[in-house]
């Protein structure tokens, strides 16, 4: 079955202690995405990745680090988290270069920073 | 400053009847418009899109409507089922260069269809 994955899907943690996120894709897609979704203000994406090695910035980067090592693989990483990062987090994937609709979104994670 | 904006948070429309969602955008450089649907607890899902060539586009009960000079697109159902219940969200697509695209969404709509 195609799909992306995230671990874990529920986290509560306390200010300053680093975590990771993982997002996992089995459709062999070149590119990948985070994103954040937050009462009033939609989903806003944080960084996403061309390909392996490729990765950028996308509208709310401040905060996170990404890494694309596989291509089947992109963690979102919160070296020192607060608790303005409480949030719903969406990992997507899809095909570089072809049309948006292709990108398929995982079931998200729910992070709270205490 | 929000590029793509749905002002309303909220819907409700009776089973059987149509449900319009409206949908904003102020960035002249979209090119490709999609509506996404979002369960509780789920990732949304792709449901419908546009090119910026078009006007109009239909897929079984829903049909999206662009009005580029408006600057405005808007999801119908018809009709409306209990199933249908759900966030939707707008976004709007430009090409980034490279062969990638960026996503920007709206906050989304809430519709809750009653039976």
């Known amino acids: 079955e195609a799909q992306v994955t995230q671990n874990p899907r529920y986290l509560i943690t306390v200010t300053g202690k680093k975590l990771t996120v993982t997002c996992s894709q089995n459709m062999n897609h070149e590119y990948m995405s985070w994103y954040r979704q937050d009462p009033g203000l939609g989903l806003r994406q944080i960084y996403y990745s061309m390909n392996v090695e490729v990765t950028d910035k996308g509208d709310v980067p401040e905060g996170y680090k990404v890494s694309r090592k596989e291509k089947r693989n992109f963690p979102l990483i919160l070296e020192s988290p607060s608790p303005n990062q409480t949030s719903l987090y969406f990992c997507?994937?899809?095909?570089?270069?072809?049309?948006?609709?292709?990108?398929?979104f995982g079931p998200g994670t729910r992070l709270t920073v205490l | 400053d929000q590029q793509v904006k749905q002002n309303s948070p909220s819907l409700s429309v009776q089973e059987g009847r149509i449900s319009i969602l409206n949908c904003d955008y102020t960035?002249?450089?979209?090119?490709?418009f999609l509506w996404y649907k979002k369960y509780p607890a789920e990732g949304p899902t792709f449901l419908i899109s546009i090119s910026s060539i078009k006007d109009k586009n239909e897929d079984g009960r829903f049909t999206v409507f662009l009005n580029k000079s408006a600057k405005h697109l808007s999801l119908h159902i018809v009709p409306s089922q209990p199933g249908d219940s759900a966030v939707y969200f707008c976004a709007a697509s430009t090409f980034a260069g490279a062969g990638s695209y960026q996503l920007t969404f709206g906050k989304g709509t809430k519709l809750s269809v009653i039976p």
């Open positions: 960035n002249s450089m979209f090119d490709y």
């Open positions: 997507a994937s899809g095909t570089s270069g072809s049309r948006p609709d292709t990108q398929y």
